[in-house]
Structures are given as structure tokens and as C-alpha cells.
């Protein structure tokens, strides 16, 4: 099965980046790797996703070694609002099936 | 608000009942996946389906589960002789065939069984 490993929690200051590391070692060649975050009461929100090269939008950038099998999320300038569960997730090879980890809770100090 | 609605947004139910959720996709969405999610856990992915047809079936998911997507618009859940265990926020999101896949989540129902 597809899995990715976070790390559970990781603060920030505010105004400064935020790097969250997700390890995704089974990762098969076709896989895109996508980030969505959740704040508090909400539902989960597309972040950003990536297949081999680095990607950037207006949220935040994703950084993919090489091997494919870990990849960064870069928040450039964490804000208040940016606190949430961050989600690194892959789609079961041949299947619909997206699995998300417990992710990492992001906090993010005034 | 052309956003991914689901309704009803809390369902307080007694062990036993039988429940049912709707979920109302964005409308040009022909992709449509329902998740469960506990307290601190990520989402789980119940099913998917393309249109009207389910394609995708968590084996996770009792046969006290079922889902249905009429006409290919909007989607239910139900839940049969529910169980405290099925306590959890009921997620539903969809997307659009091709492109990145990403899908846009409602706000979820939250079931308390009691």
C-alpha cells in the first residue's frame, strides 16, 4: 500500500519558512505527490502537487528529490493563518484510492 | 457558494438507527470520493465514483456501508444498524476528470452514535 511518513508536529515563527519533510519510499514511477492542508473544523484544502520537478504556486513550493522518494513543502513566509494538518498523500497505484497519513500540525508563533 | 455542500452538518443518532448523508458536488465535477475521519487521524477513504458508477470500495468498509450517485450529481451515504465505532466526520470531495485531481472538500457531517 501506499504510505508516506510525517513528522507530527513542527513550530514556526512568523514571517519566517516553514520546510515539512514527507518520506514516501514506495512511491511508484507514475505517482504525483499531493499536499493539502486542513485548519480546524474545516474540510482538507489542495495545497500543491508535483511529479518529478520542483513546483511552485502561490501557496507554497514542493521540492522533490530525485529518487522521488521524499519531497518538501515550503511555506516561504508562515502567517497566523497557515496553522493547520498538513497532508502529504499518494494514490494507491491502479486504484482512485488517496491515502493520507496523520500528517503534520503545524503551529505558528506570533 | 459554489463550493461541495453536505448536509445534514451534525446527525446525533442511538446504536441501532440507520443514518443517511447527502453530499452535493461542485456541478461540473464528474469525480466524486467519500472519507471518514477520526479525532487526529487523517482522512480514510470509504469510495469513489465517476459519474454515477462506484468504481473504488474500501475493503475497510462493513456492508453496513453503502453509497449511491443517482444521475451522477449528487451523492448519499448510508449507514445501517450504526455502532458506536462509526462515530466520525463524514467527509465527501470532488474533482474533475484529468488535470492535478484536486479535490475540493465539503465541511463534512459529524456522527455521534450514542
Known amino acids: 500500500d501506499a504510505k508516506t511518513t510525517q513528522p507530527n508536529s513542527m513550530e514556526s515563527n512568523e514571517e519566517e519558512p516553514v520546510h515539512l519533510p514527507c518520506n514516501h519510499s514506495t512511491i511508484s514511477g507514475t505517482d504525483y505527490i499531493h499536499w493539502y492542508r486542513q485548519l480546524p473544523s474545516q474540510g482538507p484544502e489542495y495545497v500543491i502537487h508535483?511529479?518529478?520537478s520542483n513546483v511552485n504556486n502561490r501557496m507554497a513550493s514542493l521540492a522533490i528529490a530525485e529518487d522521488r522518494k521524499s519531497s518538501t513543502l515550503i511555506l516561504h513566509r508562515a502567517t497566523l493563518r497557515d496553522a493547520a494538518v498538513y497532508y502529504c498523500?499518494?494514490?494507491?497505484?491502479?486504484?482512485?484510492?488517496?491515502?493520507f497519513g496523520t500528517g503534520t500540525r503545524l503551529k505558528v508563533l506570533a | 457558494d459554489t463550493g461541495v455542500s453536505q448536509d445534514p452538518r451534525h446527525k446525533i443518532t442511538k446504536r441501532g438507527q440507520n443514518v443517511t448523508f447527502r453530499c452535493d458536488p461542485i456541478?461540473?465535477?464528474?469525480?466524486l470520493y467519500w472519507y471518514r475521519q477520526t479525532l487526529g487521524q487523517g482522512p480514510e477513504f470509504l469510495t469513489y465514483f465517476q459519474n454515477e458508477a462506484q468504481l473504488e470500495k474500501s475493503r475497510l468498509l462493513s456492508d453496513r456501508f453503502s453509497a449511491e450517485r443517482p444521475k451522477g450529481s449528487f451523492s448519499t451515504l448510508e449507514i445501517q444498524r450504526t455502532e458506536q465505532g462509526d462515530s466520525a466526520m463524514y467527509l465527501c470531495?470532488?474533482?474533475?476528470?484529468?488535470?492535478?485531481?484536486?479535490?475540493?472538500f465539503g465541511p463534512g457531517t459529524r456522527l455521534t452514535v450514542t
Open positions: 456541478s461540473e465535477h464528474n469525480r
Open positions: 470531495a470532488s474533482s474533475q476528470t484529468g488535470g492535478s485531481g484536486e479535490q475540493y
Open positions: 508535483g511529479l518529478t
Open positions: 498523500i499518494l494514490r494507491e497505484s491502479g486504484t482512485y484510492k488517496y491515502i
